[in-house]
């Protein structure tokens, strides 16, 4: 069992920057790899970012690519989405999740655990 908790969210300008932590409880975070999800208002939840168990491995949706970057520290049992140059269209809850493989680490519909989100507000 793996309980996630994410935090960091807020409201910032567009341009800005936001850095989200999403903390792990359990003994076997470090066993599962760790993605990125939102969603905005009316729209289907999707994927952002996801990071392979070790932290080698990363991979990211073409529309934050080279702005997003996610990390983990596992000694912490915490994993990282830092956020630059936000644009309104990234505004929505993001959410963290655990997957225990990588094949399909892009599909929402794989993932094991699923944290309650956080509130990321981009002013234009």
């Known amino acids: 069992q793996v309980q996630l908790v994410e935090s960091g969210g807020g409201l910032v300008q567009a341009g800005g920057s936001l850095r989200l932590s999403c903390a792990a409880s359990g003994r076997t975070f470090s066993s599962y790899a760790m993605g990125w999800f939102r969603q905005a208002p009316g729209k289907e939840r999707e994927f952002v970012a996801a990071?392979?168990?070790?932290?080698?491995?990363?991979y990211y949706a073409d529309s934050v690519k080279g702005r997003f970057t996610t990390s983990r520290d596992n000694a912490k049992n915490t994993v990282y989405l830092q956020m630059i140059s936000l644009k309104p269209e990234d505004a929505a809850v993001y959410y963290c999740?655990?997957?225990?493989?990588?094949?399909?680490?892009?599909?929402?519909?794989?993932?094991?655990?699923w944290g309650q989100g956080t509130q990321v507000t981009v002013s234009s």
């Open positions: 999740a655990a997957h225990r493989g990588w094949g399909t680490i892009d599909n929402r519909g794989d993932y094991d655990y």
């Open positions: 990071i392979s168990w070790s932290g080698g491995n990363t």
